[in-house]
């Protein structure tokens, strides 16, 4: 059973346009999600999180959205750059994040110059 | 500050073997979490260390064990290995549970592959 859900294993997208990675998760008990980027031969990387209290955090170029009554969150890159291309991975946690983080199977996201 | 490290970073081993990997947590980091990443799929979480108890584990065997030690640091253990726990290892790192940042620091992995 999954609880955490990226639909979409890949995305393509031209530099200087929007990315917007989608996901979806179905535990009511979630209390924060967050979002890491993983490169190849490395550890997956924090970006942003947001508290389920909240609907929008942004940072910089990156913005999460969050919508409870859809249990559905999405990650806006703006303006996407080709160092963006990346494995990323939703996860999402309970109980103000001390517990275990669980993982989407992650979208690989690829920026074309 | 330096960041999550772990040991090996590659290991290979016969079926039926037993393997440790290690971590050493962020500075100032007291809780610890392993999680197993198979090909093709996310992390999957395996149990987390706080101030050296075992706080939460996830749905896999008890050949799973694990410490964590006084300063942190962190070993995972694997007994009688199978085919299907070839993966890549991730040891994270957080500040603790009486924080409300989510955030767990990753470090770059261990890639164990059985035979």
């Known amino acids: 059973d999954q609880q955490v859900k990226q639909n979409s294993p890949s995305l393509s997208v031209q530099e200087g346009r929007i990315s917007i990675l989608n996901c979806d998760y179905t535990?009511?008990?979630?209390?924060?999600f967050l979002w890491y980027k993983k490169y190849p031969a490395e550890g997956p990387t924090f970006l942003i999180s947001?508290?389920?209290?909240?609907d929008k955090n942004e940072d910089g170029r990156f913005t999460v959205f969050l919508n409870k009554s859809a249990k559905h969150l999405s990650l806006h890159i703006v303006p996407s750059q080709p160092g963006d291309s990346a494995v990323y991975f939703c996860?999402?946690?309970?109980?103000?994040?001390?517990?275990?983080?669980?993982f989407g199977k992650g979208t690989k996201l690829t920026v074309n110059p | 500050e330096t960041g999550v490290t772990q040991s090996p970073t590659h290991l290979i081993k016969t079926r039926g073997q037993q393997v440790t990997l290690r971590c050493s947590s962020q500075?100032?980091?007291?809780?610890v979490s392993w999680y197993q990443q198979a090909l093709g799929q996310g992390p999957q979480f395996i149990f987390q260390?706080?101030?050296?108890?075992?706080?939460g584990r996830g749905n896999f065997p008890p050949r799973f064990s694990g410490l964590q030690f006084p300063n942190y640091s962190s070993e995972l253990n694997v007994n009688a290995l199978e085919l299907d726990d070839s993966a890549l290892y991730l040891c994270a790192s957080s500040a603790g549970l009486a924080v409300t940042s989510p955030q767990q620091y990753f470090g770059p992995g261990t890639r164990l592959t059985v035979t």
């Open positions: 260390y706080y101030r050296e108890e075992e706080n």
């Open positions: 500075s100032g980091h007291n809780t």
């Open positions: 535990n009511s008990m979630f209390d924060y």
């Open positions: 996860a999402a946690t309970g109980r103000g994040g001390s517990e275990k983080l669980v």
């Open positions: 947001i508290s389920s209290i909240k």
